[in-house]
């Protein structure tokens, strides 16, 4: 168990619509960072938060967008859903804002599925 | 730019034998990190090691063996005497110093068959 906790595990609705992921990650740690995977373009890095603001930004869709709140948990919204955003979502954390030898500890994921 | 290049899609091995990953990387910065990450059936990324690239040491843990070679822009990683628990889907990754983000290769999907 990495201590990252990821809900829901998985998510069905419909194109259209808007959904939330939610992610807390391991204790004590400051950063968390959004990850999409998908069949075709693998692991994509979408936006990291560090204690609350946002640090960097990846391959994120102006559809999406995600904050950090006070208590650290983050969330991802997904609006105006599309069939190609059925993906895995990964959420990941580590302790700080930009150590490049740090391991991150991901999530279990949250599966979307966009019918 | 980084680039993180796993050529093997998926291999399949039958158990015990050993089997090595490949992965070849692309960056201009003279400081970066490799790591080596396995996705299980279960779904959650866990990590399996990081190497600086100052580093080039190889390293060993049980029956895992990861190869570094600056020169060729490898980090490779073989598993001995494979066994049916190894199936899983193992990427490898890059960071660059400073605030960039991790990147992935595609990863390699192994099937080990009792």
């Known amino acids: 168990d990495s201590g990252v906790t990821q809900t829901p595990k998985h998510l069905i609705t419909a194109t259209g619509q808007r959904v939330t992921l939610r992610c807390s990650p391991r204790?004590?740690?400051?950063?968390v960072y959004w990850y999409q995977q998908s069949l075709d373009q693998g692991l994509q890095f979408l936006i990291q938060?560090?204690?609350?603001?946002?640090?960097a930004k990846g391959n994120i869709l102006e559809r999406f967008s995600a904050q950090q709140f006070p208590d650290l948990h983050s969330e991802l919204n997904l609006s105006s859903l599309e069939l190609g955003d059925s993906a895995l979502y990964f959420c990941?954390?580590?302790?700080?804002?930009?150590?490049?030898?740090?391991?991150?500890?991901f999530g279990s994921g949250t599966q979307l599925s966009v019918l | 730019a980084q680039k993180v290049t796993q050529a093997q899609t998926e291999i399949s091995v039958v158990e015990k034998e050993d089997v090595t990953l490949d992965c070849v990387y692309e960056?201009?910065?003279?400081?970066?990190?490799l790591f080596w990450y396995k996705q299980p059936p279960s779904g959650e990324l866990v990590f399996l090691i990081r190497?600086?690239?100052?580093?080039?040491q190889n390293e060993i843990s049980g029956r895992y063996s990861w190869n570094f070679q600056k020169s060729t822009s490898s980090f490779n990683f073989t598993i001995t005497a494979s066994q049916v628990v190894d199936s899983a889907v193992y990427f490898c990754?890059?960071?660059?110093?400073?605030?960039?983000?991790?990147?992935f290769g595609k990863g390699t999907r192994l099937s080990v068959i009792a």
């Open positions: 938060y560090y204690n609350g603001e946002e640090r």
């Open positions: 990754a890059l960071r660059n110093s400073g605030n960039t983000p991790l990147v």
């Open positions: 190497r600086n690239s100052f580093d080039e």
């Open positions: 960056t201009r910065d003279t400081t970066y990190y």
């Open positions: 990941a954390s580590s302790t700080s804002m930009t150590a490049t030898n740090e391991k991150l500890f």
């Open positions: 204790s004590g740690d400051l950063s």
